[in-house]
């Protein structure tokens, strides 16, 4: 079950944490603004933040 890019329907990497390819991710947001995200999503994976629900968001 390989992930696919919502814009092109190419396939990207697994650990991806955001459904574009690099391709698309750099049309879309320019390739510095693309790349901040990606390093985002990434952070928030690691931590386990995506997963913690029941908890308060500590950014107002
Ligand atoms: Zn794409």
Do not use: H
């Amino acid at each position: 079950m390989s992930k696919k890019c919502v814009y092109c329907r190419g396939g990207i990497n697994d650990d991806r944490s955001i459904d574009v390819c690099d391709r698309c991710g750099v049309g879309v947001w320019g390739e510095k603004m693309f790349k901040t995200i990606v390093r985002n999503m990434d952070n928030a994976n690691s931590k386990g933040d995506l997963c913690s629900t029941n908890t308060q968001p500590s950014i107002e």
